[in-house]
């Protein structure tokens, strides 16, 4: 293995682990990796996007739960809904106010199984709109999936 100076480059990659005793940081480091030209990341980011995400979705379930009721055919559930939309708001404030959101973002994640089992009952023979409700629950799922990869990066990131 090649040796490298502190002014030296690489043309394959922008940092290298044999310079961490050099340079002060470790082989995980968030940034590039210039020799498969993929993102290193400490999950931060997508914590970020998710934070956003639950501003926009709270918003919605507070200012529109009766409409997202009817779509859902789970008419009476509005309080529920409204409640479920402060829940999201305060979580989206939390990740985009943290430097480390990891409990925040696994909050999302105990989150979604709450809204999971919330939408369940109307996956029932008798709702019209049984197709909405199980269009909701794979967006639940898609969503869930993310989180879980943020709060995994985050956790492994404050190790």
Same mark, same amino acid.
């Not at 290193?40 to 639950?54: C, E, M, N, V, Y």
């Not at 794979?138 to 969503?143: H, K, L, N, R, T």
């Given at each position: 293995?090649? #040796? *490298?100076? *502190? $002014?030296?480059?690489?043309?394959?990659?922008?940092?290298?682990?044999?310079?961490?005793?050099?340079?002060? +940081? $470790? @082989? /995980?480091?968030?940034?590039?990796?210039?020799?498969? /030209?993929?993102?290193?990341?400490?999950?931060?980011?997508?914590?970020?996007?998710?934070?956003?995400?639950?501003? &926009?979705? $709270?918003? +919605?379930?507070?200012? @529109?739960?009766?409409?997202? +009721?009817?779509?859902?055919?789970?008419?009476?559930? /509005?309080?529920?809904?409204?409640?479920?939309?402060?829940?999201?708001?305060?979580?989206?404030? &939390?990740?985009?106010?943290?430097? /480390?959101?990891?409990?925040?973002?696994?909050?999302?994640? +105990?989150?979604?199984?709450?809204?999971?089992?919330?939408?369940?009952? &109307?996956?029932?023979?008798?709702?019209?709109?049984?197709?909405?409700?199980? #269009?909701?629950?794979?967006?639940? @799922?898609?969503? #869930?999936?993310?989180?879980?990869?943020?709060?995994?990066?985050?956790?492994?990131?404050?190790?």
């Amino acid at each position: 293995m090649d #040796t *490298m100076t *502190m $002014g030296e480059t690489s043309s394959r990659r922008a940092f290298r682990p044999e310079m961490a005793d050099r340079v002060g +940081a $470790g @082989a /995980e480091t968030p940034g590039w990796d210039l020799a498969t /030209e993929r993102r290193i990341d400490d999950g931060k980011t997508l914590a970020k996007g998710l934070g956003w995400f639950s501003l &926009g979705l $709270g918003l +919605a379930e507070v200012v @529109a739960p009766g409409k997202l +009721a009817r779509w859902l055919g789970m008419e009476g559930t /509005e309080p529920l809904l409204r409640a479920y939309g402060v829940r999201e708001i305060a979580t989206g404030l &939390g990740i985009l106010s943290r430097r /480390e959101p990891t409990e925040w973002v696994w909050g999302r994640v +105990a989150g979604d199984f709450l809204d999971l089992a919330t939408l369940t009952p &109307g996956l029932s023979a008798d709702n019209p709109n049984r197709k909405n409700v199980v #269009t909701a629950m794979a967006a639940v @799922a898609g969503v #869930t999936v993310l989180d879980v990869l943020a709060g995994r990066q985050l956790s492994a990131s404050q190790r």
